[in-house]
C-alpha cells in the first residue's frame, strides 16, 4: 500500500497508510514522508507536527535520527515556534551525547544557546 502511494506520489495514500499503520515500520515511514512532503511545499507547521509525532513514539526517533530533529526542528522554526525547534535540538543534544553535527562537510554546534 506504502509502496504503491510513493510510485504514485498520491499523499493521500500515504496518508492513510501514516493513520491506519502508525505503530509499524510503513507507519513510520509515511509519516515521514508525509511531513517531508508538508517541508517541501511550505507548509512548516503540518511537517513539524508530523515529524514530532515520530519524535514522541518510542524506538522510532534513532531510525532517523539526527535528519529527524533537524526537520523537525527547521519546520518549528519556519512556523514561528523557535523555542519548540531550540526544545527539539536540546533533546537531540542530550539523546545522542553530541555536542555538534556533521552539516554539508562542517561541524555545527548543538549549543544550548545560539
Same mark, same amino acid.
Given at each position: 500500500?506504502?509502496?504503491?502511494?510513493?510510485?504514485?506520489?498520491?499523499?493521500?495514500?500515504?496518508?492513510?497508510?501514516?493513520?491506519?499503520?502508525?505503530?509499524?515500520?510503513?507507519?513510520?515511514?509515511?509519516?515521514?514522508?508525509?511531513?517531508?512532503?508538508?517541508?517541501?511545499?511550505?507548509?512548516?507547521?503540518?511537517?513539524?507536527?508530523?515529524?514530532? =509525532?515520530?519524535?514522541?513514539?518510542?524506538?522510532?526517533?534513532?531510525?532517523?535520527?539526527?535528519?529527524?530533529?533537524? =526537520?523537525?526542528?527547521? $519546520?518549528?522554526?519556519?512556523?514561528?515556534?523557535?523555542?519548540?525547534?531550540?526544545?527539539?535540538?536540546?533533546?537531540?543534544? =542530550?539523546?545522542?551525547?553530541?555536542?555538534?553535527?556533521?552539516?554539508?562537510? =562542517?561541524?555545527? $554546534?548543538?549549543?544550548?544557546?545560539?
Amino acid at each position: 500500500m506504502l509502496e504503491d502511494g510513493l510510485k504514485a506520489h498520491d499523499l493521500e495514500a500515504i496518508a492513510v497508510v501514516a493513520r491506519r499503520y502508525f505503530h509499524t515500520e510503513a507507519g513510520h515511514d509515511a509519516t515521514y514522508r508525509l511531513a517531508a512532503d508538508h517541508a517541501d511545499h511550505d507548509r512548516p507547521l503540518l511537517a513539524a507536527v508530523g515529524f514530532e =509525532r515520530l519524535l514522541s513514539a518510542p524506538g522510532v526517533p534513532q531510525r532517523f535520527e539526527p535528519f529527524l530533529s533537524v =526537520r523537525c526542528a527547521a $519546520s518549528w522554526l519556519r512556523a514561528g515556534f523557535p523555542e519548540k525547534a531550540k526544545a527539539v535540538l536540546t533533546e537531540l543534544r =542530550r539523546r545522542s551525547g553530541k555536542t555538534s553535527l556533521l552539516v554539508a562537510g =562542517r561541524e555545527v $554546534s548543538l549549543a544550548e544557546e545560539p
